[in-house]
């Protein structure tokens, strides 16, 4: 993800916090470039062949490094080789992190730090919103680090950046990837007040590994966010990682309790582990399993359902917004 921090009242320094990374640029060429293989216990586990990016380079990565050159932006997923820069770049597609780069959480699969965050930046809404406009960001996905130790859960600063960025930016649709704000309704309701045209709660895992996964999350409450999102009258997304100790068995029931608070929008992808000190990866899932579970939640009523081992949260964040554009795709391809 990308956190955005002052720089003085001019400049912006964007730098990605975690594995999920999409901040994005199209090329005219490119070069194979092999994923960062997962290890357990020091042993290096093989790393499938579909498991490979592409490097960007040409004139339109040219063109975006001079700008993020040009106005002292930074981004940390270039040098880290995030699986879709060069893609969702291209799409003006750019996901930031809000609310500080320390977290109050400590999942076992993300990279972020945990311990006590800075106080809030009541400035960082407005600065936000410039930053989208400077870059010309036609979709903007907005994600935050849990913040447990205040008192709204960080859901003002929340409600005032979605309001500024929408000031600012009329033409920009806006994905909110929110923390669970320990369920507390009216921090939930904040989020919907604000009206982005997406809201997504990771439910990241399958029941059986949320603990584990996601310490002190709740796969009931996140459902339950996911409910309250949808009676509020919000377009609902959630994702999933696999290949960190779940059964295919276990993700079809996930799918289908999701399908129960009427969630929309499913993302699923290959768990990659982002140090030796995270959670390790069990497998590798294969390609065709990844399509398998994409027919099975376009049948199980999912309007979108992004599915392979290189999809994170963002990925075709911008074609999320659209009601209907994915099953419409799904049934076009299915009757060929």
């Not at 005219?28 to 357990?40: K, R």
């Not at 750019?94 to 109050?104: D, E, R, Y």
Request: some cysteine; aromatic content about 8%.
């Amino acid at each position: 993800m990308l956190h955005v921090q002052s720089l003085g009242s001019k400049y912006f320094k964007i730098a990605n916090e975690q594995q999920y990374c999409n901040y994005f640029i199209k090329t005219d060429f490119v070069e194979e470039l092999p994923v960062i293989s997962a290890t357990t216990n020091a042993i290096r586990i093989k790393k499938p062949d579909w498991l490979r990016v592409k490097l960007p380079i040409g004139e339109s990565y040219k063109h975006v490094r001079g700008l993020v050159d040009t106005h002292q932006l930074h981004t940390i997923c270039e040098s880290g080789n995030c699986p879709n820069m060069g893609e969702c770049w291209g799409e003006g597609t750019a996901t930031f992190m809000i609310l500080g780069n320390v977290c109050t959480r400590s999942c076992g699969f993300c990279a972020v730090a945990t311990g006590r965050p800075a106080p809030v930046d009541w400035d960082e809404p407005q600065r936000v919103a410039e930053a989208i406009h400077l870059m010309k960001v036609k979709h903007a996905v907005i994600t935050s680090v849990d913040r447990d130790e205040l008192k709204d859960g960080g859901s003002i600063i929340w409600h005032n950046t979605i309001k500024a960025i929408k000031a600012l930016n009329p033409a920009t649709t806006l994905e909110t990837l929110i923390p669970d704000f320990r369920g507390i309704s009216n921090q939930i309701q904040r989020i919907i007040d604000a009206a982005p045209e997406v809201v997504s709660h990771n439910m990241e895992t399958v029941e059986r590994m949320t603990r584990k996964v996601r310490v002190q999350a709740k796969y009931h409450r996140s459902l339950e966010v996911l409910k309250t999102l949808k009676a509020g009258g919000m377009r609902t997304k959630t994702g999933l990682m696999l290949g960190i100790g779940e059964t295919k068995e276990e993700v079809i029931q996930t799918m289908h309790d999701l399908r129960t608070v009427d969630c929309d929008v499913l993302t699923l992808g290959q768990y990659l582990q982002p140090t030796a000190k995270h959670l390790p990866v069990q497998r590798f899932v294969h390609p065709d399993e990844f399509a398998e579970l994409k027919e099975i939640g376009y049948q199980i009523g999912f309007d979108y359902v992004e599915s392979g081992p290189l999809v994170r949260s963002s990925y075709h964040s911008e074609k999320h917004v659209l009601k209907g554009y994915g099953r419409a795709k799904w049934l076009a391809e299915k009757s060929k």
